[in-house]
């Protein structure tokens, strides 16, 4: 049995945009490997769906096919490593994907493939949106003193004009990504009050969902509005979810700010409500509740897709969750199922080649096996290109548990969340999700075992 990937489809009865081809030719240096392009469903959620999926072939070309709406930012990715890429509807891209080795010597290292757009019939979006990047980056760093320490606002102007010299920003997405991109230091060098950013960046304008650069400033400025806000405040703010949809949305019609541009207030209380559901004041399952009123009743309807992807994200991996089953090959050849360890407790170990923190993880996860033998069972997973290095190490260093070859399956990454390696996750009984990620260090993955299984004793 194959993952499943949950792909979002909601018959709500609103007017979408019609969706536009995208064609995506290349080559890649990783012949015969999966090649995957995941979307964005929303920039809050954080919810990705695959959009299509191909293998490159024995020289590493590839052609793909999919359809968007809208421009949207989107992961490209190789085997079990990935970067992003802007999509256009209705563009041809023609692009050379390059994966390079790395040592992983940090959970959050650099990607290790990069994508070159050698041709796009994009109307230019993807050079210019790049072409602000690295301009914007470069003026900041060189002038890093002048903006953030000394406030020198001139500076700001001396950016635009370099920006609209250089970018062409004829097209209504570069434009308003620009617009807001700028807008990200403007509050931090002129001190502007959120008060005064609210009127500046986002009223009377419209939400921009797809533009990385407006939900940053949105992020950065109202993330937690209404548990800072003087007249509302956090206690306040938390009484109101509990009580019901009725008195949260009274509590906010008493912010004068907020109540002046009503869709701009729900998105707020969205993305609150998303940092909510592990607030140890509050049941999941009340911040659901307030979720899903959002998602059957709100007049917007960006809004209701964002709810219902904000209550996947946070219940599909949660405490008590099924856990997604697979098939993979052991070091014997013989197919492993996870669902027939159902009545242990297992740790899932990710791993990959070139990484020194996954063979030092190796090393505390042997010792935990051996300390709670009879109560812990551990099931390691390679991606497929270190599978005969582990495999090795495996048999040199008398690893007794399972090594699994992920093969082509890369689904179970995306399916798991694994963004970074070595990765693990606690299975509890009935094969339920325990953590996910969990801790990879040895005493705090202890502790986190003990806690979530308080009745262990460590064996004799």
Not at 86 to 99: E, M
Not at 374 to 389: A, G, M
Request: proline content about 5%.
């Amino acid at each position: 049995m194959r993952i499943l990937l949950f792909f979002t489809t909601f018959l709500i009865g609103a007017l979408q945009l019609p969706a536009a081809t995208i064609t995506i030719n290349g080559n890649s240096n990783t012949p015969a490997t999966v090649l995957r392009i995941l979307i964005a469903d929303d920039l809050v959620s954080g919810r990705y769906t695959l959009l299509a999926q191909t293998n490159t072939d024995f020289k590493g070309a590839f052609s793909l096919q999919a359809q968007i709406q809208s421009i949207s930012f989107a992961r490209i990715a190789a085997g079990a490593d990935y970067t992003d890429i802007l999509l256009t509807p209705g563009a041809t891209y023609h692009i050379q994907i390059h994966k390079t080795k790395t040592d992983y010597t940090s959970f959050y290292d650099a990607p290790a493939i990069t994508v070159d757009i050698l041709q796009a019939d994009d109307q230019g979006v993807y050079q210019a949106i790049e072409k602000i990047n690295l301009i914007y980056n470069a003026f900041v760093l060189e002038h890093f003193q002048s903006l953030y320490r000394l406030k020198q606002a001139a500076y700001l102007d001396s950016l635009h004009m370099i920006l609209n010299k250089q970018v062409n920003v004829s097209h209504p997405f570069v434009e308003q990504y620009l617009f807001y991109k700028l807008a990200s230091l403007e509050p931090v060098v002129k001190n502007m009050t959120t008060s005064q950013v609210f009127e500046k960046y986002f009223l009377h304008r419209p939400i921009l969902y797809d533009n990385p650069e407006y939900i940053s400033l949105f992020k950065e400025f109202f993330g937690s509005y209404y548990t800072e806000h003087r007249l509302i405040g956090h206690a306040r703010f938390l009484e109101a979810i509990a009580q019901g949809d009725n008195n949260l949305r009274q509590l906010m019609a008493t912010d004068p700010l907020i109540s002046s541009y009503p869709a701009f207030g729900e998105l707020i209380l969205l993305y609150q409500l998303q940092s909510f559901f592990s607030h140890p004041q509050l049941s999941p399952k009340v911040v659901e509740e307030r979720l899903l009123q959002i998602a059957n009743t709100s007049t917007i309807y960006k809004h209701r897709i964002i709810a219902r992807n904000i209550i996947f994200m946070q219940s599909y991996l949660a405490f008590g969750a099924p856990a997604f089953d697979f098939q993979l090959l052991d070091q014997s050849g013989k197919l492993y199922e996870l669902s027939q360890d159902s009545s242990s407790v297992v740790i899932l170990n990710f791993i990959r080649e070139n990484c020194p923190l996954c063979e030092y993880e190796l090393q505390d996860l042997q010792q935990l096996s051996a300390k709670y033998a009879t109560q812990l069972k551990v099931v390691s997973i390679s991606v497929r290109e270190s599978y005969p290095y582990y495999s090795r190490l495996f048999h040199q260093n008398r690893y007794h548990w399972k090594l699994l070859n992920l093969n082509q399956q890369y689904e179970i990454l995306d399916t798991y969340q694994v963004r970074f390696f070595p990765y693990n996750i606690i299975l509890l009984p009935s094969t339920r999700i325990g953590q996910c990620p969990a801790p990879t260090q040895y005493l705090e993955l202890e502790n986190q075992l003990k806690r979530l299984v308080p009745e262990w004793t460590t064996s004799p």
